[in-house]
């Protein structure tokens, strides 16, 4: 209790010491001032009175006013101070007053100091000068840090604010800044720099950048500061010495520091600070961290999925540190089994889905600056096997009436209908439909089409089958066709022969003059054999299509609203007879497998009686085989596309030329890591061992002999390429390119010696279906006379030319010019002779060829030497089983393994031995479309190395110019060089948009003046000329899933550019 003391000042640390303290009377004296700080540390007061004092309320007071403002708001004290002065605020409260009652002023600077550069040993000056009211204290900041005065002598502050620092040294660089403060506020001045130095320096930093961590949104600095003498230029780079952008949310600081506001993710990176005098170039890096909240890219949706299905939920998100996804349900954690897999892009999947699967999933994104997340439902629907709810029954039907048969079924998911007939799928054409239900209706039914029909109803779940019998009944009654038989097979066989007759002067009695020439020379039969076979179908075909015609005559309406009724058309008796006079009967050959002891150790030149049980199965001249039912528009013979403007599947079938051009042909190749080029040329040799369909014996068409180039119709055997408007290869104005029509088995396929009902068209493969070394000795009798040097008795094929390195050639073919003599200023060097007709099409093939001639002469003479007492006959077929032995080694060891890949050829197995239910003939989906994937293994260029592996002096060769050119291996180094290029180059890669080289699509066998092909679009013309479904028929065939948009293949066509391009 110190009240009525008198008193009149207070020290500052009075009542420092007295923590306990609670009350402090202090009224009733003389106190006038307080100095702040007076009653600090006083935490126990709980009364203070210093009312009845001569207080003095001026600004200096203004601390006493917080404190007994902060008494009062507390609660925990009471206190009692008036004001005596002024007289205008005398007997108020302290508590009550405020600034500007008093009139105080925060501080303002009045003088700033300047940067300074010393040298060692003087003194600086600093000057700050500021007024306010009440007079501001002067601080002074080095380098953000408060200078302390006491602690080096050297400083001192004077008493206008200004710093002195005597006898400087290097210690004494730096950023200073002055600070001003009253009880009003503060202010602080620019900062400024002390620049130290001695002599000429190099820079030297004073402030390093340091790594930092900041938020999206928030402003970031990083100080970089540096001394030398010049001063050093401060300069930033972001990255890899990039210049920083121009970016106004970027600055460089006075003092050198890099500011940055409104960071941004992308500001995030390396920062480099550089510190430039004309002695020395400095720098120093940090980087700044940005980080940001978790935001999702990828949000999962709701999902509704069948039980045992896998379902894929994505979900991602980006932020930095990079988030961490994770994934409950229902608030839980999710089931720990192999079934639930967060996959490292944060996608849930869950495989097998079961019942109890079924609820909400939540996805979080976590990182440390917080989270995200999202929830999603998953619905479970249960399986159900399909269960019919129609079944067919057997039927007996009229030929040439229309029938549908019933079948349809309920499953979950919901079940494909398909239909099988005889074990072979039927597939959607002008013959057969199959409707939404399932129903199946076959038009125009014949006696082919009696038979077992199963219906087979199929779901990831299972599957179930019904099957009926169709019988066809053939009344014994005269068919409007009948009468037109005699005149129609006359015209027919008038007109084909005509046509081939026409064809055989043009290609054989002159030069090729255009690529079509090329084209019908090297695939024209030159068995007289087959030439016969294909006249017989071809004649057999015309008189059909000539009856219709006059029957169609005679009518005043379409009948039936269609013109594709055959079986109807003519009696079973009169089929027969066209049969016998178009000479499709005389042809059928008569299998005799009776010489036992040859058939047991050597094949025979066409397959034959290679399969006992089934002497025809792989035989040259047969049809090919087939996977599903073929697809022609009137379910007979007409290609799909044959017409432009009728629909398929509610679209019509996009011009072939142009689906080459957009979506196949490619200037850009991308090499093969891998394998080389001899993968390609291998796979060549191999499909010429196995498939050759025979072409039509005509390149004009039968109704007036015109050639099929110069009218652009589709009448047989003409189905030009037309080629769309705007395409880049249009010249003189031509509208199409030239394409024919492989020729018909006779009876398409029928083996009866009665033919009393029409059958689908079929295609003829004119050679074995084995690999059985056919392209080296050739797939008949005849072929392989040709090929034989029979007047050595040892064995050995026919050889030609000896070059001088003492390696011997094929021989060349003998008769009328061929395509290899197609321009006489290159060469008149005629084709050679091999046991393929196409050895000549290209150079790699054709030394492939004389490889294996010489292979087979090499091996006869080993044989000769070891077994001097066998005749030629024996020595050449010994030695046909080890070359053919050979190649199936090559094939099946080394070929396949790199096509099909280790997962592929565990599909397909070990060997395990002959079986011959096996039927061994060629597909003619493999023949048509599936083996064809090989054109997109070709180079554009024939490459040709020397013994040193660098190009030989002729160079390299485009594809363009190796096409039926033996020349160039008799003139320019054999067929060594070619070799050496196909081992020794790179292949080319499959790349789905690299499909075709353009010399495959724009130069094939092009010629001067001319327009050359195209075999992308030749390939899907051909495909269509076959009748091969759709790919997606054979989606469903091999129990793939089902696709209806192009964007259903998504997993199997990744690039979605391609996909766009497919689907417009």
Sequence with gaps: YLHFNQIETLEPESFTHLPKLERLFLHNNRISHLIPGTFSHLESMKRLRLDSNALHCDCEILWLAELLKTYAESGNAQAAATCEYPRRIQGRSVATITPEELNCERPRITSEPQDVDVTSGNTVYFTCRAEGNPKPEIIWLRNNNELSMKEDSRLNLLDDGTLMIQNT???????????????????????????????????????????????????????????????????????????????????????????????????????????????????????????????????????????????????????????????????????????????????????????????????????????????????????????????????????????????????????????NKDGVQVTESGKFHVGPEGFLTIRDVGTADEGRYECVARNTIGYSSVSMVLSVNVPNVSRNGDPFVQTSIVEAIATVDRAINSTRTHLFDSRPRSPNDLLALFRYPRDPYTVEQARAGEIFERTLQLIQDHVQDGLMVDLNGTSYHYNDLVSPQYLNLIANLSGCTAHRRVNNCSDMCFHQKYRTHDGTCNNLQHPMWGASLTAFERLLKSVYENGFNLPRGIEPRRLSNGYALPMPRLVSTTLIGTETITPDDQYTHMLMQWGQFLDHDLDLTVAALSEARFSDGQHCSSVCTNDPPCFSIMIPPNDPRVRNGARCMFFVRSSPVCGSGMTSLLMNSVYPREQINQLTSYIDASNVYGSSEHEALEIRDLASQRGLLRQGIVQRSGKPLLPFATGPPTECMRDENESPIPCFLAGDQRSNEQLGLTSIHTLWFREHNRIATELLKLNPHWDGDTIYHETRKIVGAEMQHITFSHWLPKIFGEVGMKMLGEYKGYDPSVNSGITNEFATAAFRFGHTLINPFLYRLDENFEPIPQGHLPLHKAFFSPFRIVNEGGIDPLLRGFFGVAGKMRVPSQLLNTELTERLFSMARTVALDLAAMNIQRGRDHGIPPYHDFRVYCNLSSAQTFEDLKNEIKNPEIREKLSR
């Design 169 to 419: 040294q290097e210690t004494d660089q730096g950023i200073y800044q002055c600070m001003a403060k009253n009880v009003a506020g503060e202010v602080k001045t620019q900062e400024v720099t002390l620049r130290y130095f001695e002599s000429p320096a190099r820079p030297s930093f004073v402030i390093h950048p340091q790594n930092t961590e900041v938020l999206v949104g928030e402003s970031v600095t990083l100080e970089c500061s540096a001394t030398g003498h010049p001063q050093p230029r401060i300069t930033w780079t972001k990255g890899d010495r990039t210049p920083l952008p121009n970016d106004p949310r970027v600055t460089i600081t006075p003092s050198g520091g890099l500011y940055i506001q409104n960071v941004k993710q992308e500001d995030s990176g390396e920062y480099t600070c550089f510190a430039t005098n004309s002695v020395d170039n400095i720098h120093a890096t940090a980087y700044i961290i940005v980080q940001a909240l978790p935001q999702f890219t990828v949000t999962p949706q709701d999902k509704t999925v069948i039980e045992g299905q896998t379902v894929d939920f994505p979900c991602e998100a980006q932020g930095y540190p990079q988030p961490v996804i994770a994934w409950t349900k229902g608030g839980g954690q999710l089931s720990v089994d192999r079934r639930h897999l967060v996959l490292s892009s944060g996608t849930l999947r869950i495989s097998r889905v079961a019942l109890h699967d079924q609820g909400q999933y939540e996805c979080q994104a976590v990182n440390i600056i917080g989270s995200q997340r999202i929830v999603v439902y998953l619905t479970v629907q249960p399986r159900v096997t399909p269960v019919f709810a129609s079944v067919p029954s057997d039927m007996t039907v009229e030929v040439g009436t229309n029938v549908q048969i019933p079948c349809s079924a309920q499953g979950e998911p919901e079940p494909v209908i398909t239909w």
